[in-house]
Structure formats: C-alpha cells, structure tokens
C-alpha cells in the first residue's frame, strides 16, 4: 500500500471551529450565548427555503415570533457534516408525525450557490423530497446560539423561551412527546468545549493545547482532554526538523490501530481483532453514552524524534506502547478475510493520465482523479464513503501510474460505483485475499 500524509478527524461528530479558546484553559463556547431559561430576541429570519407562512403561502423572511404556539427545534447543520445529513430523514418523518405542534427549522451559515444544488443530489439519490424549512446563509442564529460541533439543536418552546440546547440523540420522539405533554424532563445538555490548539505546532509546546516547552524530542501520554477533537496526525511539526505522532482523545485500540499501521492506511474495525478481556475499554459498548465513555477511556499521546530519528519513528511508538500499557500485546498477522476488491476487466489501459496539475477531488456523487494515484480512490472509500461496508477495500489491480477518470456516482454503493466504473476498465469484486490484520490480546 502506498504510504500516506493524512489527518482523519473521527466523524462521530463534525468539527466546527467557530469559536477559539483565548487562554489554556476549555471553554465550553455555548456558554457565551443564550442560556436554558433565557428568553430569545425577535430576531429576523431572511433567506428561509421551503419556508411556508401561517397563511400557507411561501415565504422567504420570518421571525422568531411567527413560531410561537410551537414547539421549535433549530438545527444548525452544514452539507459537510455526515451526522447531520444522517437527522434529515428523521426530523422529516418527526415534523410529519407530529404536525403543526412542532417546527423544526435547519440553520446553515453556507450560502445558497453551496446548499441548494447539494440538497437537489442528496433529493436524487435518497428518492425522495424533504420538506424542512431551511435558514440559508445565517449569521445571526448562529452568534446567538454559538457552538463548535454539528448537528447542534437548541430547542425553544411555545413562548420562545430556550427549553434546551442538545446534541442530536436527545431529538426523539419521546422526547418530544415529554415535552408536548408538559412534563419535560432533563435532557443532557451539549457542552462545546474548545481550548487554544494549534495543529501546526507540537502539542503543549509554549502552551499550545496545555503546558510544555520547545524540545527536540518528547513523548508523552495523557488521559482525555477536553476541548481537543479526537483525530489522528501523522507530519513533520512545524520547527521540528524530524517526525512527529499525533493521536487525541483516542480510546487504546485506536493508538496501537495507527501505530501499527506504520504509516499505511491506518487498520479500522474490519481488519482488527480484539481478543482481550478488556475489549469494553476499547470499543464503546452501545447502551454507554458517547462523551462519558470517551472521557474515561480515551488517551492523548504525542511522539517527535529528531531527524537522525525520523526513519525510525513507528519502531520508537510501537515500543512507547508497549510500556505504556504493559497488559496488552499486539501483532499484526496475515489472514484470510473476504474484501470488496478493485480488479481490471480489460488488457487495455483506459485510464493513463495525460498529464497535468494532480488533483484528487472526492464528494458524497462522485470523485475526479488527474494525474493522480489510483490508490486514493480506495483509501477515501474505506476511510469515508464505505465506513459502513462490511467489507474491507483493496486494490489489486496492480496499477501504479498516474491516471484519469472522472465518474458520476453514489460512493456508498458497490453497484452505482462499478457501473461508472465500466469505461475505464475497472470493477469491485467481492473475493477471500490475504490481509494483515491487527490482533490485541491480554499479555500473560
């Protein structure tokens, strides 16, 4: 596999730098809005889509007073944000279930030439019209009601006071039915921590991200830090002539996933097995809320070696690990595992590139490669687009030139995929290959 520079933020939420720490401390930015209990100004809504009046006519402009006598969901979303694709369906189907008692109204800061012709292939592709009223372009909302990650839901009730501000599990029907009924309960509020980070330079270095100070080498570990965003980081730091690790708020079996890697696309949850007693401190069971079991479970940990070191950087990380945490050992073995594998279906070559400026441009319908690696189609679509495959991805193609290709597609779909793949010679197959998988197991 080819090796890679990547930075993989984790999508169990979408990272939205709206606000910056302004000292070393978090700080938990929806604070500095409109509190539970406050009551919300009038503002003006202009560039409302979908939006119809309590007349029934559409309707590009509104205020906050027009909602009153409903219960009043707002969602701060952007096209960006899986998770928040992912509510669509689900507040279309609670607007209808509940009728004019409720409103949910999405609030995007993107622009129209942005939302509209991303919300007519999202339309296409799921087969159906979503009629939610959407707040295009906001920047009024989104100051009063301030936050870092989406989906964000603040909730006002029939007076236009706030009842509650929430991530998106609190949006049920029960919940709602709780509130209808005038026997609200408590709801966990959503907290949106941030702290003064730089990803540039190295963690906790003249403060950045918490305490420390320049060095030419460090590795250091730390429990669960909030304010940071869960992601890998694997690049040179900024003034560090070597290589740097960079792994936030990960739970153990991420750090020695990406260890273990060694620089390749990094194991997932389809090439790991986890044989220790201990497997609950590794993957969040189910029923455990996400933000108290990562806080409990997840690691900070940061590795820079000196250029003389550079080469040797994983070998330094794999043995880190295994002091650090003594009760486990890993290895990474070869098996057998039924894929989804990119073959070639024709001797001809039907995609060598004709030169140019390399670019790499992926999206939810489709993706353009100039000049490019073909590895990167099957590294963007374990990493995102097919996370949800039960298969692990490879290409066997063997082909290592740059190429062309240009397709139309739903790349969560093997099916739509191969059939825009046709012309250049390409298909997925599923088929048993051999493939390194990492296993952790309990030291005796």
Known sequence: MQKM?????????????????????AIDVT???????????????TGLHNYKDKNGRPAATARLSDFRGQLLILD??????????AMIPKMDSLQKQFGNKIRFLSVTYQTPAEVLPFMQKYEKQKGRHYELPMLIGDSLLSKTFPYKTLPHYVWLDNTGKVLYITSSREVTQENITSVLSGKSKLLDRKQDFTIAYDPEKPLFNGGNGGGGESMVYHSVLTGYTPGLGASFNFKRAAGIR??????????????????????????????????????????????????????KNSYCYELIVPDPLKNELFNVAVNDLERLFP???????????????LVRTSETD???????????????????????????????LNVIYMQKSPFWISDETGYTGPVDIAVSADLSSFD???????PYGLKYVQKSIMVDKLIIDDKN
């Open 242 to 295: 070597g290589a740097r690790i960079t792994l936030l708020n990960v739970p153990v079996k991420n750090l020695f996933a990406f260890v273990y890697a060694r620089g390749q696309t990094v194991f997932n949850d389809k090439r790991i097995a986890i044989l220790s007693r201990d497997s609950m401190l590794m993957t969040r069971p189910k029923d455990a809320k996400p933000l108290e079991w990562q806080a």
């Open 416 to 422: 739509a995929l191969n059939k825009a793949l046709e």
């Open 327 to 341: 009760q486990y050992q890993a290895s990474v073995k070869p098996q057998a595992q039924m894929c989804m594998v």
């Open 350 to 380: 039907k995609m060598k590139s004709k030169g140019g400026s390399p670019v790499a441009d992926f999206n939810p319908f489709g993706f353009k490669l100039q000049n490019f690696p073909l590895a990167r189609l099957t590294a963007q």
């Open 76 to 85: 701060f979303w952007a096209t960006w944000c899986s998770p928040c694709m």
């Open 31 to 45: 604070t500095k809005g409109i509190q539970i209990g406050q009551q919300v100004p009038d503002i003006a809504l």
């Open 5 to 25: 520079l990547f930075n993989i933020v984790l999508a169990a939420l979408c990272l939205f730098f709206k606000a910056n720490a302004q000292d070393n401390k």
